[in-house]
């Protein structure tokens, strides 16, 4: 299966400045997922950026960054799907399918890349694989809405308040960190698909670097192996 990875890198975040080339461990963020997807099964990884810094930083670290993204689809309200699209439209070059993959997921591994090129490969009619996480003790059906100060259950909430989580269906919640769309699916504009297949990663591996205190938490992570 011949799939290109795009790892998108806007510049403008605001949480974090310049979050996609913030350190971690010593690498800069983006550092991360050049470094897993170099040694995988993915055919070429390219970096899209609207931003001349991190551009030269990914350059500098060894990436293909053939272009710089069009400032109109690289604001807050812009979706990644655009990004997608300008540069598999820009490459004017075609694959099976394109792997995305965001920078504020660190700990991905090659090894999920390659599992879930193969998962897709394997299953023809799929349109997708996303990957998840277990949501562990933040199950939906321990939610609560809060209206006026009042706790209102909601229509899927536990059978009883306070019902064990092995009683429970277990529920996963994507992660961030893998999407993985044949070609036909991302020119409909849709990420998932009709059918999506879901790639389970453990919850070490499932940090995604949204806040100031994500990358914390990453770093301290590391400083315990």
């Not at 290109?4 to 974090?16: D, M, N, Q, T």
């Amino acid at each position: 299966m011949k799939v290109l990875g795009i790892i998108p890198a806007r510049g403008g975040s605001k949480a974090i400045p310049h979050k996609n080339i913030v350190a971690l461990g010593g690498r800069p963020l983006i550092d991360w997922s050049l470094k897993t997807s170099s040694g995988s099964q993915l055919r070429r990884v390219i970096v899209s950026t609207d931003d001349p810094k991190i551009r030269e930083v990914a350059i500098e670290l060894g990436a293909d960054v053939p272009f710089l993204r069009p400032a109109e689809i690289a604001t807050d309200q812009a979706e990644t799907i655009d990004s997608v699209l300008h540069a598999m439209d820009t490459l004017g070059e075609e694959y099976d399918a394109v792997m995305t993959l965001q920078p504020t997921s660190p700990f991905r591994s090659t090894y999920d890349i390659d599992a879930c090129i193969q998962m897709l490969a394997q299953n023809p009619t799929a349109d997708s694989v996303i990957s998840v996480v277990a949501v562990g003790g933040h199950h939906p059906a321990r939610m609560k809405y809060l209206i006026d100060g009042v706790l209102i259950d909601p229509t899927f909430c536990e059978t009883r308040e306070n019902q064990p989580r092995q009683e429970l269906r277990p529920m996963v919640i994507r992660n961030g960190a893998i999407y993985l769309t044949r070609w036909r699916t991302l020119l409909e504009r849709s990420f998932k698909g009709n059918k999506s297949l879901g790639y389970e990663m453990p919850i070490e591996r499932s940090i995604n670097i949204d806040e100031v205190h994500d990358l914390r938490f990453a770093e301290s992570l590391l400083a315990s192996q």
